[in-house]
């Protein structure tokens, strides 16, 4: 009665949350298996961004009640954000669910399901149910145990389910760590603050997150060195506004910020050979940073820049504290830096009011910025933030057509830039098998996913892949190793 299925909607922070909680049952003898008709436990860990993922968790949860009937043994768990949001009375919905932990509480689900064995096991009458939703002081310090082939030996190739659909939809390419990396462990999150105070109009994040909190640098430092230890070669820095990384906790250094500190010292571990992050703000998106994509030469020239509108109006109403010109200010001095850089955003189109004039502006700045992946939602009513107030909602049709033209627009720039790069020989990081187990997957330092023949020794190795075809989100090539066969 101890295999646990963990089904993942959601952003990278909660992929990263469910490798935490797998690890954390695993220490505790739970089994993680990867078969959800083959499980005693199944935790939906969920996302609350746009009511399309609350709707499918939900949905998830409803249909499991019938497994449930057959076997009233079966433990049904909701944790994350929805849980966050919603709580107790997702209950009076959901009535089969036994389990609902809070964002800050992910530490405590080993106990939790101890404690629903148990009272399964001595026979409890009425149902037992836990929920476990308030704030915990030092939480942001909690997600650090790491999914690796050490803690599950001879099980390689077994990654978590994860369906990053239900907060990235419109994607032409995916994020790293929503496909299927096998052990051995290549590429890793690693969790540097949680929560966050911004207050997006649209957001329900810092609802479902809690304050923004960071975790010490020298802690972070440790598990990414930790990590290096153990073979990881790809670290990407999570938070949910990354630029405020330790703004409360440490000091400027000679105009360099606690964020930009922190990515000298991954830069400096010497096992990691590429550094990313998600997500900074164009807000505190400062010249140090900038700056340090000239110097930092771990630091891969792939940044993700949310705009949201590319109207300052728009803007303004959002409660978004830049205007088009400084975001468009900052992309072209990245690119100064590095000509060669890779961007990607987040688009809310249809928030409320949204004109054709302001969509306009949006469309002209996405245009301008010559994208290589944007992750592009209509606006979506999240009860309890400010916009959720607005009058003036944009009709869905008006949403869709918007949706679409910036789609277009995308899948025409990612076309144009796989023909600038079929017949380069590109650096890929080599992560493991394809899904299809036909070839080697990895990615350039542009994020862009390339299928080859390798072989398994490469694995974690930075090779030269000649590009030879090219789908829109994928490319195709060959590995250009003298004396390597693959
Ligand atoms: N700070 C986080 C944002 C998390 S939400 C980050 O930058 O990673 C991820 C994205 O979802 C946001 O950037 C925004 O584009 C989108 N989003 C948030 N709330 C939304 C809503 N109510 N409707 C539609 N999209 C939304
Ligand atoms: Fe949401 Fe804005 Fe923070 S998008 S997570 S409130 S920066």
Request: hydrophobic content about 35%; aromatic content about 6%; overall charge neutral.
């Amino acid at each position: 009665m101890n295999r646990v299925f963990i089904k993942t909607y959601g952003c990278q922070m909660n992929e990263r949350d469910s490798e935490a909680v797998a690890a954390m049952l695993r220490a505790r003898g739970y089994r993680i298996v990867q078969d959800e008709n083959a499980c005693d436990v199944m935790l939906l860990n969920t996302c609350s961004v746009r009511d399309m993922a609350e709707q499918k968790a939900i949905g998830k949860a409803g249909y499991l009640s019938q497994r449930k009937k057959r076997n009233p043994r079966f433990v049904i768990g909701i944790l994350g954000c929805m849980a966050q949001n919603r709580g107790a009375a997702l209950l009076d919905a959901l009535p089969d669910v036994d389990l609902i932990v809070g964002t800050q509480k992910f530490h405590q689900v080993p106990d939790h399901l101890d404690n629903l064995r148990a009272a399964q096991e001595a026979g409890a009458v009425l149902p037992t149910r836990i929920v476990d939703i308030a704030e915990e002081a030092g939480s942001q310090n909690t997600i650090k145990d790491h999914l690796l082939p050490q803690d599950e030996p001879g099980r390689a190739g077994t990654p978590l389910p994860a369906d990053a659909s239900g907060s990235q939809p419109s994607t032409l390419n995916s994020q790293p760590g929503s496909g299927s990396e096998p052990l051995p462990q290549v590429t890793a999150f690693v969790s540097i603050q949680q929560g966050c105070n911004m207050d997006c109009a649209f957001c329900i994040v810092p609802k479902t997150r809690g304050d923004e909190r960071s975790r010490p640098m020298d802690e972070i430092v440790r598990e990414c060195e930790e990590l290096a230890d153990r073979g990881v070669r790809e670290i990407t820095l999570l938070g949910q506004i990354v630029t405020s990384y330790g703004r409360r906790d440490y000091q400027h250094t000679g105009g360099v910020s606690p964020f930009v500190q922190l990515l000298e010292r991954v830069n400096a571990i010497s096992g990691i050979r590429r550094i990313r992050f998600t997500s900074p703000h164009p807000r505190g998106f400062k010249d140090d940073l900038v700056a340090a994509y000239g110097r930092l030469e771990k630091l891969c020239e792939y940044v993700h820049l949310p705009m949201q509108s590319g109207s300052d109006r728009i803007l303004r109403l959002m409660n978004r504290p830049y205007s088009r010109d400084r975001y468009r200010q900052i992309v072209d001095d990245l690119r100064r830096v590095r000509p060669d850089m890779y961007f990607s955003t987040d688009i809310i189109v249809g928030f409320p009011g949204e004109t054709a004039e302001d969509f306009e502006q949006t469309r002209a700045l996405f245009e301008a910025c010559n994208y290589d992946m944007a992750y592009i939602f209509k606006y979506s009513i999240r009860s309890g933030t400010p916009a959720a107030e607005l009058a003036d909602q944009v009709p869905d049709e008006v949403k869709e057509e918007r949706n679409q033209i910036l789609l277009r627009l995308l899948e025409q720039n990612s076309d144009r830039r796989n023909a600038t790069l079929l017949g380069t020989t590109q650096e890929v990081l080599v992560e493991g098998p394809d899904k299809k187990g036909l070839g080697y997957m990895g990615r350039t330092r542009g994020n862009r996913i390339v299928h080859f023949a390798a072989h398994e020794r490469l694995i974690g190795e930075l090779v030269p892949v000649k590009i030879n075809r090219a789908s829109t989100a994928v490319l195709y090539g060959e590995l250009e190793l003298a004396g390597v066969e693959p």
